[in-house]
Protein backbone atom coordinates (compact mmCIF):
# COMPACT_ATOMS: atom_id res chain seq x y z
CA UNK A 1 0.00 0.00 0.00
CA UNK A 2 3.12 2.26 0.72
CA UNK A 3 4.78 1.28 -2.50
CA UNK A 4 6.32 4.74 -3.96
CA UNK A 5 4.91 5.81 -6.94
CA UNK A 6 5.98 8.58 -7.64
CA UNK A 7 8.61 11.34 -6.70
CA UNK A 8 8.12 15.34 -7.57
CA UNK A 9 11.04 17.74 -7.22
CA UNK A 10 10.60 21.50 -7.41
CA UNK A 11 12.35 24.27 -5.82
CA UNK A 12 10.61 27.02 -3.82
CA UNK A 13 11.31 29.92 -1.62
CA UNK A 14 12.61 29.82 2.18
CA UNK A 15 12.55 32.80 4.17
CA UNK A 16 15.50 34.37 3.32
CA UNK A 17 14.12 34.77 -0.64
CA UNK A 18 16.55 31.89 -1.11
CA UNK A 19 15.81 28.49 -3.66
CA UNK A 20 15.55 25.51 -1.51
CA UNK A 21 13.98 21.70 -2.57
CA UNK A 22 10.41 20.73 -2.17
CA UNK A 23 9.79 17.12 -2.94
CA UNK A 24 6.33 15.19 -3.45
CA UNK A 25 6.21 11.42 -2.71
CA UNK A 26 2.75 9.30 -3.66
CA UNK A 27 1.97 6.00 -3.17
CA UNK A 28 0.07 3.60 -4.44
CA UNK A 29 -2.89 4.08 -2.49
CA UNK A 30 -3.13 7.53 -2.78
CA UNK A 31 -0.91 8.05 0.15
CA UNK A 32 0.67 11.75 -0.17
CA UNK A 33 3.61 13.75 1.48
CA UNK A 34 4.96 17.23 1.35
CA UNK A 35 7.76 18.46 2.73
CA UNK A 36 10.73 21.14 2.22
CA UNK A 37 14.55 21.31 3.12
CA UNK A 38 15.82 24.24 5.20
CA UNK A 39 18.92 26.17 5.10
CA UNK A 40 21.62 27.74 7.64
CA UNK A 41 23.75 30.76 7.69
CA UNK A 42 25.70 29.74 10.94
CA UNK A 43 26.51 26.48 9.68
CA UNK A 44 29.31 22.95 10.96
CA UNK A 45 32.13 23.06 8.99
CA UNK A 46 31.30 18.72 9.37
CA UNK A 47 27.66 18.84 8.20
CA UNK A 48 26.01 16.94 5.24
CA UNK A 49 26.18 19.34 2.10
CA UNK A 50 23.58 21.34 1.05
CA UNK A 51 24.17 22.09 -3.01
CA UNK A 52 22.33 24.70 -5.13
CA UNK A 53 18.95 23.61 -5.57
CA UNK A 54 18.57 23.47 -8.99
CA UNK A 55 21.45 21.41 -8.57
CA UNK A 56 20.03 19.65 -6.14
CA UNK A 57 16.84 18.59 -7.89
CA UNK A 58 18.96 17.52 -10.99
CA UNK A 59 21.07 14.99 -9.57
CA UNK A 60 18.30 13.49 -7.22
CA UNK A 61 16.18 13.15 -10.05
CA UNK A 62 18.70 10.79 -11.88
CA UNK A 63 20.11 9.40 -9.08
CA UNK A 64 17.39 9.01 -6.56
CA UNK A 65 14.04 9.37 -7.38
CA UNK A 66 14.54 5.36 -9.92
CA UNK A 67 15.99 4.00 -6.67
CA UNK A 68 12.70 4.97 -5.15
CA UNK A 69 9.85 4.49 -7.39
CA UNK A 70 8.52 1.52 -8.05
CA UNK A 71 11.45 0.50 -5.74
CA UNK A 72 10.59 1.45 -1.68
CA UNK A 73 7.93 1.61 0.67
CA UNK A 74 7.30 5.03 2.79
CA UNK A 75 5.86 2.99 5.22
CA UNK A 76 9.64 1.97 6.10
CA UNK A 77 11.79 5.06 6.80
CA UNK A 78 14.90 2.98 6.58
CA UNK A 79 14.10 1.71 3.59
CA UNK A 80 13.64 4.91 2.20
CA UNK A 81 16.39 6.59 3.63
CA UNK A 82 18.69 3.81 2.86
CA UNK A 83 18.00 4.34 -1.04
CA UNK A 84 19.10 7.61 -0.70
CA UNK A 85 22.47 6.93 0.79
CA UNK A 86 22.83 4.31 -2.25
CA UNK A 87 21.85 6.46 -4.93
CA UNK A 88 23.75 9.70 -2.85
CA UNK A 89 27.27 7.03 -2.55
CA UNK A 90 29.21 9.80 -0.28
CA UNK A 91 29.29 10.29 3.16
CA UNK A 92 27.91 13.80 3.30
CA UNK A 93 25.42 14.07 0.50
CA UNK A 94 27.78 15.52 -1.62
CA UNK A 95 26.21 13.78 -4.57
CA UNK A 96 22.34 14.51 -4.12
CA UNK A 97 22.45 17.35 -1.92
CA UNK A 98 21.51 17.33 1.91
CA UNK A 99 18.93 19.46 1.12
CA UNK A 100 16.98 16.88 -1.94
CA UNK A 101 17.48 14.23 0.45
CA UNK A 102 15.93 15.44 3.65
CA UNK A 103 13.21 16.95 1.68
CA UNK A 104 12.59 13.33 0.24
CA UNK A 105 13.33 11.80 3.74
CA UNK A 106 10.66 13.68 5.34
CA UNK A 107 8.10 13.54 2.86
CA UNK A 108 7.87 10.17 2.16
CA UNK A 109 7.68 10.04 6.23
CA UNK A 110 4.69 12.07 5.53
CA UNK A 111 3.28 9.75 3.33
CA UNK A 112 3.58 6.85 4.78
CA UNK A 113 1.73 8.48 7.92
CA UNK A 114 -1.19 9.36 5.56
CA UNK A 115 -1.38 5.73 4.75
CA UNK A 116 -1.72 4.82 8.40
CA UNK A 117 -3.79 7.83 8.94
CA UNK A 118 -1.53 8.59 12.14
CA UNK A 119 -0.57 12.15 12.47
CA UNK A 120 3.21 12.37 11.72
CA UNK A 121 4.80 12.23 15.41
CA UNK A 122 3.00 8.91 16.04
CA UNK A 123 3.83 7.46 12.83
CA UNK A 124 7.74 8.41 13.62
CA UNK A 125 7.90 7.68 17.53
CA UNK A 126 4.90 5.14 18.54
CA UNK A 127 2.01 5.78 20.55
CA UNK A 128 1.72 9.35 22.36
CA UNK A 129 4.15 9.89 25.29
CA UNK A 130 1.40 11.14 27.74
CA UNK A 131 1.56 14.57 28.30
CA UNK A 132 5.03 15.06 27.24
CA UNK A 133 6.04 18.06 25.35
CA UNK A 134 8.60 20.42 24.54
CA UNK A 135 9.56 23.41 25.81
CA UNK A 136 9.94 26.12 23.19
CA UNK A 137 13.36 27.84 22.84
CA UNK A 138 12.57 31.36 21.32
CA UNK A 139 14.63 33.98 20.19
CA UNK A 140 14.00 37.47 21.13
CA UNK A 141 17.72 39.06 20.59
CA UNK A 142 20.01 37.96 17.65
CA UNK A 143 23.25 38.83 16.20
CA UNK A 144 26.17 37.36 15.11
CA UNK A 145 26.06 35.51 11.79
CA UNK A 146 22.01 35.89 11.58
CA UNK A 147 22.37 39.72 11.68
CA UNK A 148 24.91 42.80 10.93
CA UNK A 149 26.11 45.43 13.39
CA UNK A 150 24.05 43.58 16.35
CA UNK A 151 25.06 41.34 19.10
CA UNK A 152 28.35 39.76 19.20
CA UNK A 153 26.37 36.27 20.87
CA UNK A 154 24.34 34.90 18.03
CA UNK A 155 21.02 34.42 20.08
CA UNK A 156 19.44 34.98 23.20
CA UNK A 157 16.80 32.52 23.57
CA UNK A 158 13.77 32.42 26.17
CA UNK A 159 12.60 29.11 27.77
CA UNK A 160 9.02 29.38 29.65
CA UNK A 161 10.34 26.38 31.51
CA UNK A 162 7.72 26.99 34.14
CA UNK A 163 4.75 27.44 31.39
CA UNK A 164 1.76 24.44 32.11
CA UNK A 165 1.54 23.89 28.16
CA UNK A 166 2.76 24.21 25.11
CA UNK A 167 0.22 26.36 24.18
CA UNK A 168 1.22 29.24 27.32
CA UNK A 169 5.25 28.34 26.77
CA UNK A 170 4.50 29.66 22.79
CA UNK A 171 2.50 32.92 24.00
CA UNK A 172 5.02 33.42 27.20
CA UNK A 173 7.88 33.20 24.48
CA UNK A 174 5.91 35.50 22.03
CA UNK A 175 5.36 38.12 25.08
CA UNK A 176 8.70 37.99 25.98
CA UNK A 177 9.42 39.02 22.08
CA UNK A 178 7.14 41.73 22.69
CA UNK A 179 8.71 43.01 26.15
CA UNK A 180 12.34 43.48 24.33
CA UNK A 181 11.01 45.28 21.72
CA UNK A 182 9.18 47.82 24.51
CA UNK A 183 12.39 47.64 26.67
CA UNK A 184 14.70 48.75 23.40
CA UNK A 185 11.80 51.57 22.53
CA UNK A 186 11.49 52.84 26.00
CA UNK A 187 16.42 53.08 25.83
CA UNK A 188 15.86 54.93 22.01
CA UNK A 189 17.01 51.85 20.35
CA UNK A 190 16.00 51.29 16.92
CA UNK A 191 16.44 48.04 15.56
CA UNK A 192 15.04 45.36 12.73
CA UNK A 193 14.80 41.88 12.86
CA UNK A 194 17.49 39.18 11.74
CA UNK A 195 17.43 36.00 9.94
CA UNK A 196 14.67 33.89 12.36
CA UNK A 197 13.31 36.75 13.61
CA UNK A 198 14.46 37.96 16.84
CA UNK A 199 15.32 41.67 17.26
CA UNK A 200 18.79 42.92 15.89
CA UNK A 201 19.42 45.65 17.86
CA UNK A 202 22.67 47.93 18.08
CA UNK A 203 23.62 46.63 21.31
CA UNK A 204 26.48 45.33 23.23
CA UNK A 205 26.20 41.75 24.94
CA UNK A 206 25.72 43.44 27.71
CA UNK A 207 23.06 45.45 27.50
CA UNK A 208 21.51 42.23 25.82
CA UNK A 209 21.75 40.01 28.52
CA UNK A 210 20.14 43.29 30.86
CA UNK A 211 17.46 43.64 28.35
CA UNK A 212 16.80 39.70 28.69
CA UNK A 213 16.70 39.18 32.17
CA UNK A 214 14.60 41.95 32.35
CA UNK A 215 12.05 40.66 29.80
CA UNK A 216 11.77 37.25 31.18
CA UNK A 217 11.23 38.75 34.74
CA UNK A 218 8.46 40.89 33.79
CA UNK A 219 6.90 38.14 31.66
CA UNK A 220 6.94 35.48 34.11
CA UNK A 221 5.47 37.84 36.42
CA UNK A 222 2.74 38.73 34.21
CA UNK A 223 2.06 34.82 33.73
CA UNK A 224 2.62 33.47 36.77
CA UNK A 225 5.46 30.82 35.92
CA UNK A 226 9.29 30.99 35.66
CA UNK A 227 10.60 31.97 32.36
CA UNK A 228 14.11 31.78 31.68
CA UNK A 229 16.43 32.14 29.02
CA UNK A 230 19.51 30.64 27.30
CA UNK A 231 22.15 31.34 24.26
CA UNK A 232 23.49 30.18 21.23
CA UNK A 233 26.80 31.68 21.26
CA UNK A 234 27.95 30.06 17.42
CA UNK A 235 31.16 29.65 19.04
CA UNK A 236 32.75 28.41 16.19
CA UNK A 237 31.86 31.89 14.56
CA UNK A 238 33.44 34.26 17.26
CA UNK A 239 36.94 32.14 17.33
CA UNK A 240 39.66 33.19 15.44
CA UNK A 241 42.27 31.34 14.18
CA UNK A 242 44.77 33.89 13.73
CA UNK A 243 44.08 35.70 17.25
CA UNK A 244 43.89 31.99 19.00
CA UNK A 245 41.08 32.72 20.17
CA UNK A 246 37.55 33.81 20.55
CA UNK A 247 36.51 37.77 19.16
CA UNK A 248 34.18 39.29 20.95
CA UNK A 249 34.51 43.40 19.01
CA UNK A 250 38.05 44.66 20.26
CA UNK A 251 38.18 41.95 23.12
CA UNK A 252 39.51 38.55 22.15
CA UNK A 253 39.16 35.98 24.87
CA UNK A 254 41.62 32.87 25.03
CA UNK A 255 39.87 29.37 25.44
CA UNK A 256 40.46 29.39 28.86
CA UNK A 257 39.22 32.69 29.30
CA UNK A 258 35.95 31.54 26.97
CA UNK A 259 35.31 29.09 29.88
CA UNK A 260 35.51 31.14 32.68
CA UNK A 261 33.36 33.59 30.89
CA UNK A 262 30.53 31.12 30.34
CA UNK A 263 31.01 29.65 33.11
CA UNK A 264 30.34 33.36 35.04
CA UNK A 265 27.31 33.60 32.82
CA UNK A 266 25.78 30.27 33.95
CA UNK A 267 25.82 31.57 37.57
CA UNK A 268 24.87 35.40 36.83
CA UNK A 269 21.82 34.91 34.70
CA UNK A 270 20.77 31.55 35.97
CA UNK A 271 21.26 30.17 31.98
CA UNK A 272 19.04 26.92 31.25
CA UNK A 273 20.89 26.55 27.84
CA UNK A 274 23.94 27.09 26.26
CA UNK A 275 24.50 26.00 22.69
CA UNK A 276 28.18 26.23 21.13
CA UNK A 277 30.00 28.06 23.50
CA UNK A 278 33.27 26.69 22.24
CA UNK A 279 34.83 26.11 18.92
CA UNK A 280 33.24 23.24 16.77
CA UNK A 281 36.70 21.08 17.45
CA UNK A 282 37.13 21.46 20.83
CA UNK A 283 36.17 19.02 22.34
CA UNK A 284 38.68 19.01 25.21
CA UNK A 285 37.22 22.52 26.36
CA UNK A 286 33.61 21.52 25.74
CA UNK A 287 34.26 18.49 28.29
CA UNK A 288 36.12 21.14 30.83
CA UNK A 289 32.90 23.78 30.64
CA UNK A 290 30.67 21.05 30.94
CA UNK A 291 32.27 19.32 34.47
CA UNK A 292 31.53 22.92 35.60
CA UNK A 293 28.32 23.49 34.80
CA UNK A 294 26.70 20.89 33.26
CA UNK A 295 25.09 20.11 37.01
CA UNK A 296 22.70 22.68 36.34
CA UNK A 297 22.54 23.71 32.69
CA UNK A 298 22.68 22.55 29.06
CA UNK A 299 25.83 22.73 27.24
CA UNK A 300 24.46 22.12 23.58
CA UNK A 301 26.69 20.43 21.16
CA UNK A 302 25.57 21.94 17.14
CA UNK A 303 28.52 22.58 15.27
CA UNK A 304 30.19 20.41 17.55
CA UNK A 305 28.22 17.21 16.57
CA UNK A 306 26.17 18.14 13.42
CA UNK A 307 23.56 15.55 14.31
CA UNK A 308 26.37 12.67 13.46
CA UNK A 309 26.35 9.90 15.20
CA UNK A 310 30.23 9.50 14.93
CA UNK A 311 30.88 13.38 16.38
CA UNK A 312 28.24 12.39 19.07
CA UNK A 313 30.38 9.01 19.79
CA UNK A 314 33.93 11.32 20.43
CA UNK A 315 31.80 13.85 22.37
CA UNK A 316 30.39 11.04 24.89
CA UNK A 317 33.92 9.42 24.95
CA UNK A 318 35.51 12.48 25.94
CA UNK A 319 32.16 14.06 28.65
CA UNK A 320 31.76 17.10 25.43
CA UNK A 321 28.13 18.99 26.57
CA UNK A 322 25.27 16.90 28.06
CA UNK A 323 22.77 17.86 24.84
CA UNK A 324 22.30 17.71 20.94
CA UNK A 325 20.91 20.00 18.68
CA UNK A 326 19.78 17.91 16.14
CA UNK A 327 18.77 19.16 12.92
CA UNK A 328 17.89 16.48 10.04
CA UNK A 329 19.43 18.63 6.68
CA UNK A 330 22.42 18.65 8.99
CA UNK A 331 22.80 14.96 8.70
CA UNK A 332 20.40 14.38 5.39
CA UNK A 333 17.75 11.97 6.13
CA UNK A 334 15.10 11.35 9.41
CA UNK A 335 16.95 8.06 9.91
CA UNK A 336 20.22 9.54 10.86
CA UNK A 337 18.96 11.93 13.05
CA UNK A 338 16.77 9.54 15.33
CA UNK A 339 20.49 7.73 15.34
CA UNK A 340 21.58 10.59 16.79
CA UNK A 341 18.36 11.07 19.32
CA UNK A 342 18.57 7.49 20.23
CA UNK A 343 22.66 7.14 21.05
CA UNK A 344 22.13 10.56 22.79
CA UNK A 345 19.70 9.25 24.86
CA UNK A 346 21.12 6.04 25.56
CA UNK A 347 24.09 8.18 26.91
CA UNK A 348 22.14 10.32 29.43
CA UNK A 349 22.32 13.10 26.75
CA UNK A 350 19.40 15.38 26.02
CA UNK A 351 18.08 16.05 22.53
CA UNK A 352 16.94 19.76 21.12
CA UNK A 353 15.03 19.19 18.09
CA UNK A 354 16.22 22.66 15.72
CA UNK A 355 14.61 24.74 13.01
CA UNK A 356 17.58 26.47 10.92
CA UNK A 357 17.52 30.24 10.27
CA UNK A 358 16.66 29.68 6.94
CA UNK A 359 13.39 28.51 7.21
CA UNK A 360 10.30 27.41 5.42
CA UNK A 361 6.60 26.79 6.71
CA UNK A 362 7.16 23.08 7.02
CA UNK A 363 6.44 21.36 10.10
CA UNK A 364 8.01 18.18 10.84
CA UNK A 365 10.15 18.94 13.29
CA UNK A 366 7.36 19.68 15.20
CA UNK A 367 6.12 16.34 15.03
CA UNK A 368 9.99 15.41 15.17
CA UNK A 369 10.38 16.72 18.62
CA UNK A 370 7.11 15.21 20.13
CA UNK A 371 7.90 11.67 18.75
CA UNK A 372 11.42 11.61 20.15
CA UNK A 373 10.05 12.88 23.47
CA UNK A 374 12.75 15.77 23.16
CA UNK A 375 12.59 18.25 26.37
CA UNK A 376 13.47 20.94 24.49
CA UNK A 377 12.77 22.06 20.36
CA UNK A 378 14.36 25.45 18.73
CA UNK A 379 12.04 27.25 16.38
CA UNK A 380 12.13 30.66 17.09
CA UNK A 381 9.18 33.02 18.64
CA UNK A 382 7.70 34.84 15.74
CA UNK A 383 7.31 35.12 11.86
CA UNK A 384 5.24 32.67 9.47
CA UNK A 385 7.86 30.32 9.13
CA UNK A 386 8.83 29.36 13.13
CA UNK A 387 5.07 29.95 14.17
CA UNK A 388 4.32 27.77 11.63
CA UNK A 389 5.94 24.97 13.92
CA UNK A 390 4.87 26.26 17.25
CA UNK A 391 1.14 26.48 16.13
CA UNK A 392 1.66 22.74 15.20
CA UNK A 393 2.57 22.06 18.22
CA UNK A 394 -0.31 23.53 20.04
CA UNK A 395 -2.37 21.71 17.29
CA UNK A 396 -0.90 18.16 18.69
CA UNK A 397 -1.32 18.98 22.51
CA UNK A 398 -4.81 20.18 21.80
CA UNK A 399 -5.45 16.43 19.86
CA UNK A 400 -3.76 14.45 21.78
Not at 135 to 155: F, K, R, V, W, Y
Not at 278 to 299: H, I, M, P, S, W
Request: aromatic share 6%; hydrophobic share 40%; net charge negative.
Amino acid sequence: MTLVTDVALRRVLDSRGNATVEADVHTESGGFGRAKAPSGASTGEYEAIELPASEAIASAREEAVPRLVGEVYAGDQREVDAALHAADGTDDFSQIGANSAVAISMAAAKAGADVAGLPLFQHLGGTFRGNTFPTPLGNAIGGGEHAADATDIQEFLAAPVGAPSVEEAVFANAAVHGEVADILDDRGVPCGKGDEGAWAPSIDDAAAFEIMAEAVETVGDDVGFEIRFGLDMAGAELYDDEEDGYVYGERVRDTEEQIEYVADLVDEYDLVYVEDPLDENDYEAFADLTDRVGDRTLVCGDDLFVTNVERLETGIEEGAANSILVKPNQIGTLSDAVDAVELAVENGYDQVISHRSGETEDTTIAHLAVATDAPYIKTGAVGGERTAKLNELIRIEHNA
